[in-house]
């Protein structure tokens, strides 16, 4: 009985529901928005329900989620110090402002490039580290400081719990009357009723939990025990553990003298965040006599993390110099600087301000998503150059115009570019190669109208092909215009390359004049010549299976009546697969011609299937030779 007089009525949970509204009234409806938005798109299509794009919705779901972060931490300051009422909405206004504009700045298709994702996360990032700092920018209470942040964690936990449970438990009812009651439940319903209960729900209970009075806290030093014991004999000890490993390996670098291996620069970072977020979790510790080892230990680490992080940007800086900066290698370089800020500021600075943790972090990750200076724009100007770099070394490249290759192209140069071709597209898309590609090219994304200006048209005896070949490789396009072939990043020297080239194209073709069919399926098997009657006389397909070769000669066993010459296949097939090891071609980049003096021929392939290094080989193909006498 006294567990059921303790629970909360319907009307407290109600009233203490709508209190929560009244505190935050805009980031509960940015909540609630986002939570709606992903419901519908989860459902439906948009623009057939709601007359809207449905990137513009996923953009609009992706800035009210954005904005709730912005919207706590602008109450939350303007309640710190105070403010009034018209202040207080005065910024979230503010901030409402500066998610519109940015909901303009967003590109058409946010997910078309992996740049823009990037920028949404650095700007997400930096809003959450917002919210640890800014109510206390003004205010110097480090006290008051790590119960607020205490207090943001705890929340945060509490109601993810309560989210889950929520979660689960309704899925199950709903699962329930589907089993038990034939109810017909759709399967998005499940995915839906998650969506409402951890975007909004969640935000709703940890918003509940936000300290009202955040000058208390200011003289609370209340420290959970089993917080207290985490930290001090489990985190601590494997502090010091990988601290020693960590010494080790650099001993173990002085020793040998060799440079450090790429995925140290993880360890260090990752550990030295962990370190930190340890010494935090017991600062109001610190200063109580008992625990007097605390501020030993703290004092030391930072100076013990001091060669650690040297070999840190030893590694980085190795990386940087071999292969450019991208956004990854950017993003390590910039935490590595925010952790050689904070680790020199505890070493040199007597006060030992805690505040400028979360400061800096939101600050790096705010300079990293906008401006000239960021994880973008950098990258993008270092991968260019390296581009260049390379097209001026082979020659590609000079005085600033594009030329024909005169030397043979090296395999490591072919890959390496091709390495950096595929990022700038991918990451940064066609304007990436503004002053390089045509300028039409670049404004209308016409990449697949570009024909290869490496393949012959017209009509020929030798390898004559008649070609206008539209690449489905974007990547092999761009580096084909660039005057060197694509290699991926799989490819090796040493290794063969496979190619399955056909055709789905369903068109008719003009065969008017020619008299003869033959179907020249699995061609290239152990004979060398296949023999199809012709009247009086027998067309023979000589096939040279190591060599891509097929010649045709028309007569008798005694003599050559006509001989069609032969059409080598090698640097066809090899141009046609440079931008993929599986290409859906159409039947003209598939049709061959041959003549002789009296015959001619077209053959039309509708798959071919082999592999090659320095040479074809092909292991087998479908098609058909169509035959007919020339006109006198």
Not at 118 to 127: A, C, D, R
Not at 144 to 163: D, E, M, P, T, V
Not at 521 to 539: A, G, H, P, V, Y
Not at 598 to 607: G, L, R, T
Request: some cysteine; hydrophobic content about 45%.
């Amino acid at each position: 009985m006294n567990v059921l007089k303790n629970f909360p009525s319907l009307t407290v949970i109600f009233q203490n529901g709508l209190d929560t509204f009244k505190r935050f009234p805009f980031a509960m409806l940015a909540s609630f928005l986002t939570a709606v938005i992903a419901i519908i798109l989860i459902d439906y299509k948009p623009k057939e329900y709601l007359f809207i794009d449905r990137t513009l919705l996923e953009k609009i779901g992706l800035v009210t989620f954005l904005g709730m972060h912005f919207f706590i931490a602008f109450k939350m300051l303007a309640e710190r110090l105070h403010w009034n009422m018209i202040k207080s909405y005065g910024l979230q206004i503010f901030g409402l402002f500066l998610m519109v504009v940015y909901l303009y700045s967003m590109p058409e298709d946010l997910f078309a490039l992996d740049k823009d994702g990037l920028q949404y996360l650095l700007i997400l990032v930096g809003s959450l580290f917002l919210n640890a700092f800014l109510p206390y920018l003004k205010v110097k209470s480090l006290q008051g400081f790590w119960q607020y942040n205490k207090s943001l964690f705890l929340g945060y936990l509490i109601a993810h719990l309560y989210a889950q449970v929520l979660s689960v438990g309704l899925v199950i009812a709903l699962l329930a009357l589907d089993n038990l009651f034939n109810a017909d439940i759709q399967p998005q319903r499940y995915a839906q009723i998650s969506v409402m209960i951890s975007l909004f729900f969640h935000s709703w209970v940890f918003l509940s939990k936000l300290p009202e009075n955040l000058d208390e806290l200011d003289n609370d030093l209340s420290y959970p025990k089993g917080l207290k014991v985490f930290t001090q004999y489990i985190l601590l000890p494997l502090v010091s553990l990988y601290l020693c490993i960590l010494y080790a390996y650099e001993i173990k670098i002085i020793t040998v003298w060799s440079w450090p291996v790429g995925w140290v620069s993880n360890l260090v970072l990752w550990y030295s965040v962990v370190s930190i977020l340890s010494l935090l979790l017991l600062y109001p510790l610190m200063n109580l006599k008992e625990n007097k080892w605390i501020q030993i230990f703290s004092k030391w680490f930072f100076r013990a993390l001091t060669p650690l992080i040297v070999m840190l940007f030893m590694a980085i800086i190795e990386r940087i110099s071999q292969y450019g900066i991208t956004e990854p290698r950017y993003i390590v370089f910039v935490m590595a600087s925010g952790l050689a800020i904070v680790v020199l500021y505890f070493v040199l600075s007597k006060k030992r301000d805690i505040r400028i943790i979360p400061f800096i972090i939101a600050l790096l990750a705010f300079l990293s998503a906008v401006g000239p200076w960021s994880a973008s724009n950098v990258s993008l100007n270092s991968q260019k150059n390296r581009l260049e770099s390379f097209l001026i070394e082979t020659k590609l490249l000079i005085d600033g115009e594009l030329v024909k290759p005169k030397e043979k192209i090296s395999f490591e140069d072919n890959k390496e570019m091709s390495s950096i071709v595929d990022y700038l597209y991918y990451t940064h898309g066609l304007t990436a190669f503004e002053g390089l590609l045509e300028d039409s090219i670049i404004a209308q994304d016409n990449l697949d109208q570009v024909k290869d200006s490496t393949y012959k048209k017209g009509r020929g005896t030798r390898g004559g092909g008649r070609v206008a070949y539209t690449p489905k490789n974007k990547v092999g396009t761009i580096c084909s215009l660039l005057g060197f072939s694509y290699e991926n990043k799989w490819s090796s020297v040493e290794s063969m390359k496979y190619f399955n080239l056909f055709t789905r194209e369903e068109k008719s073709v003009d065969i008017q004049g020619y008299e003869k069919l033959i179907h020249l399926k699995n061609s290239f098997d152990n004979r060398n010549i296949n023999e199809f009657q012709l009247d009086s006389m027998t067309c023979f397909v000589n096939s040279k299976r190591d060599d891509g070769i097929i010649s045709i000669t028309i007569g008798t066993d005694e003599s050559i009546y006509d001989s069609l010459g032969y059409l080598d296949l090698t640097d066809t097939l090899i141009t046609l697969n440079s931008y993929s090891n599986t290409t859906d071609l159409s039947i003209d980049d598939l049709t061959f011609y041959l003549q002789g003096n009296y015959y001619e021929a077209m053959i039309i392939f509708k798959s071919i299937d082999g592999q090659y290094n320095e040479k074809v080989r092909i292991s087998s193909f479908d098609g058909v030779l169509l035959l007919k006498k020339k006109s006198d």
